[in-house]
């Protein structure tokens, strides 16, 4: 499976939750309600946290060919009914596999995790009550709830707390044809509005609701099927059990912040929105045996391009039948983490610096009055000048206390990156220029 590629209606789904090139989200398109907006400092810690860890697994885990498999392969629902009873059987306890989740996600330097607790296959990873035809992980196969594993570890673990939900399910024929067999999708919704009830009230303290495929029939956006959803009426409920939960614009509701989706480069300014680079460390969301994997370096470079332009990254991981990490995404995450610890600094809290980025050679971010400057390609940037800024600077240094040369006037800040330095290739070369006291990022 290291050929995995996404085709059809699933490469469809990643490709509408993707930013424009004129930096316009298909969020952007939702329903709006101002009584369901959350301030600035309502979002804060999400803004601060910067990093994330998303988790794939389900029955589809055991079947090896991703998320997508039991629409991409035409799985009967009696098949997939008999997969999830008799093969989809963790030995490890439900406790054991979510607090080995969390050791990853804090070794990588990760401030929050959202876990899938149900996708389009309809199977819920938690003792669920309105679960159509008691489709759940803890009536069938290894009769556990994980979402409450998941929380648990979470909260034990002091990682900020998400849950994914699909309100769209394939077992409904009344999905792919919504106004032709409308009792059927009917009861869809009826499943999501209960089933989402349940993810808000039952796992202590839930920061953000992550919706995935509001759309219907794999048609048009999430925002098309506002009409069948009712997520102005949605997200009031949710709300109502929890004032500040987070949600993604997928309902067709426009949400608390945009997603980006895929593997893509963020490239282009400092985007204007609270927004998130949501991809997976390998080919799939959900395991594959023998899929490729990301490096720590190619992360290191995307969380840096992101969060120069002003975003979080949620990188997801697909962890085996089992519920472990493939050993490539551990030495992924790992790499990310040690960097992390030499340079969150320059991260965690930030905002999108007071420079635009330059594609491929450097960024900014910014904190209180403190810029740092992250310089993907030494050798370009030698010898360049930024912009010219109106709050003095007063030290230039790099992250282990090394003095750099800078010049300001009026027009241009220049700084000199030690020869030697240049020579190492880094990753990501930051230089923390202290400016005068009390002014503020982005001011």
Same mark, same amino acid.
């Given at each position: 499976m290291?050929?995995?590629?996404?085709?059809?209606a699933?490469?469809?789904?990643?490709?509408?939750?993707?930013?424009?090139?004129?930096?316009?989200?298909?969020?952007?398109?939702?329903?709006?309600?101002?009584?369901?907006?959350?301030?600035?400092?309502?979002?804060?810690?999400?803004?601060?946290?910067?990093?994330?860890?998303?988790?794939?697994?389900?029955?589809?885990?055991?079947?090896?060919?991703?998320?997508?498999?039991?629409?991409?392969?035409?799985?009967?629902?009696?098949?997939y009914?008999?997969?999830?009873?008799?093969?989809?059987?963790?030995?490890?306890?439900?406790?054991e596999?979510?607090?080995?989740w969390?050791?990853?996600?804090?070794?990588a330097?990760?401030?929050?995790?959202?876990m899938?607790?149900?996708?389009?296959?309809?199977?819920?990873?938690w003792?669920?009550?309105?679960?159509?035809?008691?489709?759940?992980?803890?009536?069938?196969?290894?009769?556990?709830?994980?979402?409450?594993?998941?929380?648990?570890?979470?909260?034990?673990?002091?990682?900020?707390?998400?849950?994914?939900?699909?309100?769209?399910?394939?077992?409904?024929?009344?999905?792919f044809?919504?106004?032709?067999?409308?009792?059927?999708?009917?009861l869809?919704?009826?499943?999501?509005?209960?089933?989402?009830?349940?993810?808000?009230?039952?796992?202590?303290?839930?920061?953000?609701?992550?919706?995935?495929?509001?759309?219907?029939?794999?048609?048009?956006?999430?925002a098309?099927?506002?009409?069948?959803w009712?997520?102005?009426?949605?997200?009031?409920?949710?709300?109502?059990?929890?004032?500040?939960?987070?949600?993604?614009?997928?309902?067709?509701?426009?949400?608390?912040?945009?997603?980006?989706?895929g593997?893509?480069?963020?490239?282009?300014?400092?985007?204007?929105?609270?927004?998130?680079?949501?991809?997976s460390?390998?080919?799939?969301?959900g395991?594959?045996?023998?899929?490729?994997?990301?490096?720590?370096?190619?992360?290191?470079?995307?969380?840096?391009?992101?969060?120069?332009?002003?975003?979080?990254?949620?990188?997801?991981?697909?962890?085996?039948?089992?519920?472990?990490?493939?050993?490539? /995404? @551990? #030495?992924?995450?790992?790499?990310? &983490?040690?960097?992390?610890?030499?340079?969150g =600094?320059? !991260?965690?809290?930030? $905002?999108?610096?007071?420079?635009?980025?330059?594609?491929?050679?450097?960024?900014?971010?910014?904190?209180?009055?403190?810029?740092?400057?992250?310089?993907?390609?030494?050798?370009?940037?030698?010898?360049?000048?930024?912009?010219?800024i109106?709050?003095?600077?007063?030290?230039?240094?790099?992250?282990?206390?090394? /003095? @750099? #040369?800078?010049?300001?006037?009026? &027009?241009?800040?220049?700084?000199?990156?030690? =020869?030697? !330095?240049?020579r190492? $290739?880094?990753?990501?070369?930051?230089?923390?220029?202290?400016?005068?006291?009390?002014?503020?990022?982005?001011?």
């Amino acid at each position: 499976m290291g050929d995995y590629t996404m085709k059809g209606a699933e490469l469809a789904s990643l490709l509408k939750g993707q930013l424009h090139s004129n930096m316009s989200f298909n969020g952007m398109a939702g329903v709006d309600d101002e009584s369901l907006h959350l301030s600035e400092e309502d979002i804060k810690w999400w803004r601060d946290a910067k990093l994330g860890l998303f988790i794939h697994w389900g029955v589809y885990s055991v079947i090896g060919k991703g998320e997508w498999a039991y629409f991409n392969e035409k799985i009967q629902q009696e098949e997939y009914r008999r997969i999830a009873q008799q093969e989809f059987h963790p030995a490890r306890s439900a406790r054991e596999i979510a607090e080995e989740w969390m050791g990853h996600a804090r070794r990588a330097g990760m401030r929050y995790a959202v876990m899938v607790t149900r996708h389009h296959d309809g199977f819920a990873m938690w003792d669920s009550k309105y679960s159509w035809e008691n489709f759940t992980s803890a009536s069938c196969g290894p009769k556990a709830d994980y979402v409450k594993a998941f929380t648990d570890a979470c909260h034990g673990a002091g990682i900020h707390t998400g849950l994914y939900y699909s309100p769209m399910d394939w077992r409904f024929p009344g999905y792919f044809d919504p106004k032709g067999r409308p009792e059927n999708a009917a009861l869809m919704k009826e499943q999501a509005y209960r089933q989402i009830e349940e993810l808000c009230t039952g796992f202590g303290r839930v920061e953000i609701l992550w919706y995935d495929g509001g759309w219907l029939a794999h048609q048009g956006t999430d925002a098309d099927a506002a009409w069948f959803w009712e997520p102005v009426k949605l997200n009031k409920m949710v709300r109502s059990h929890n004032p500040k939960m987070m949600v993604t614009p997928r309902s067709g509701y426009r949400g608390d912040f945009e997603c980006d989706e895929g593997p893509h480069e963020a490239k282009g300014g400092i985007v204007p929105v609270p927004w998130e680079k949501c991809m997976s460390l390998s080919n799939a969301w959900g395991y594959c045996p023998d899929d490729k994997y990301q490096t720590s370096e190619s992360m290191i470079r995307m969380l840096v391009n992101v969060v120069c332009r002003d975003g979080n990254l949620l990188l997801n991981v697909g962890p085996d039948p089992e519920g472990r990490f493939p050993k490539e /995404a @551990v #030495e992924t995450l790992d790499g990310l &983490g040690k960097w992390m610890e030499e340079n969150g =600094e320059a !991260v965690y809290g930030t $905002r999108g610096g007071i420079w635009q980025p330059k594609d491929h050679v450097y960024g900014s971010t910014c904190k209180g009055d403190t810029v740092y400057v992250h310089i993907l390609d030494g050798e370009a940037f030698q010898g360049m000048s930024l912009p010219g800024i109106d709050r003095k600077i007063e030290s230039a240094e790099l992250m282990d206390g090394r /003095a @750099v #040369e800078f010049a300001q006037d009026p &027009g241009q800040v220049t700084l000199r990156i030690p =020869e030697d !330095v240049i020579r190492e $290739r880094r990753i990501d070369t930051v230089v923390r220029l202290r400016t005068e006291q009390g002014t503020a990022c982005g001011d």
